[in-house]
Antibody, heavy 117, light 110 residues
Framework: QVQLQESGPGLVKPSQTLSLTCTVS??????????WSWIRQHPGKGLEWIGYIYYSGSTYYNPSLKSRVTISVDTSKNQFSLKLSSVTAADTAVYYC?????????WGQGTLVTVSS | QSALTQPASVSGSPGQSITISCTGTSSDVGGYNYVSWYQQHPGKAPKLMIY???NRPSGVSNRFSGSKSGNTASLTISGLQAEDEADYYC??????????FGTGTKVTVL
């Protein structure tokens, strides 16, 4: 059973960089066949796809966030990470990591990141 | 990319059937058979209910079914049950190799 777990600071100051890591267990990122994704949900709002990465490092990003987003992978640790720069209060959200490209079959529990001074 | 359009809310009585629509464009919903549906209960992570328009993952009730016509996909829940009360989101792969979610639909069981 594949499991994903997000980790990182729950509070980030405006203009700083939000950094989160997703640790995958029960399956290997480097086995291929899946992209690994980041998705967020603003409080009380809908889901927003941020981007995904393949084990090879190939990435695709949401055009609306592309200038501020970097997703990377560390296959030796079976982890992938999200960096979102120049954050504002509008980036306050629950951030999820998930497995998949066109369909996300495994999700982390989500982590709330608040942007505030 | 613009969010796919879903009705804000749909309601039904126990035992009834309801259908949620998800409207996109020829660059997403209409162009690919890569539409998925998710169920989300409050405070929980979304759960995949339908993938590739009409396929159910193992363990998902056969009361849930999906279809697509043109640029609009649909999720039908038959034999509505109290536990089906949740938010539902569609998603679609796009021509830019990205993914877009729907606006979300709150399902209420009367």
């Amino acid at each position: 059973q594949v499991q994903l777990q997000e980790s990182g600071p729950g509070l980030v100051k405006p203009s700083q960089t939000l950094s989160l890591t997703c640790t995958v267990s029960g399956g290997s990122i480097s086995s291929g066949g899946y992209y690994w994704s980041w998705i967020r949900q603003h409080p009380g709002k809908g889901l927003e796809w941020i981007g995904y990465i393949y084990y090879s490092g190939s990435t695709y990003y949401n055009p609306s966030l592309k200038s501020r987003v970097t997703i990377s992978v560390d296959t030796s640790k079976n982890q992938f990470s999200l960096k979102l720069s120049s954050v504002t209060a509008a980036d306050t959200a629950v951030y999820y990591c998930a497995r998949g490209t066109a369909a996300f079959d495994y999700w982390g529990q989500g982590t709330l990141v608040t942007v505030s001074s | 990319q613009s969010a796919l359009t879903q009705p804000a809310s749909v309601s039904g009585s126990p035992g009834q059937s309801i259908t949620i629509s998800c409207t996109g464009t020829s660059s997403d919903v209409g162009g690919y058979n890569y539409v998925s549906w998710y169920q989300q209960h409050p405070g929980k992570a979304p759960k995949l209910m339908i993938y590739d328009v009409s396929n159910r993952p193992s363990g998902v009730s056969n009361r849930f079914s999906g279809s697509k016509s043109g640029n609009t996909a649909s999720l039908t829940i038959s034999g509505l049950q109290a536990e089906d009360e949740a938010d539902y989101y569609c998603s679609s792969y796009t021509s830019s190799s990205t993914l877009v979610f729907g606006t979300g639909t709150k399902v209420t069981v009367l």
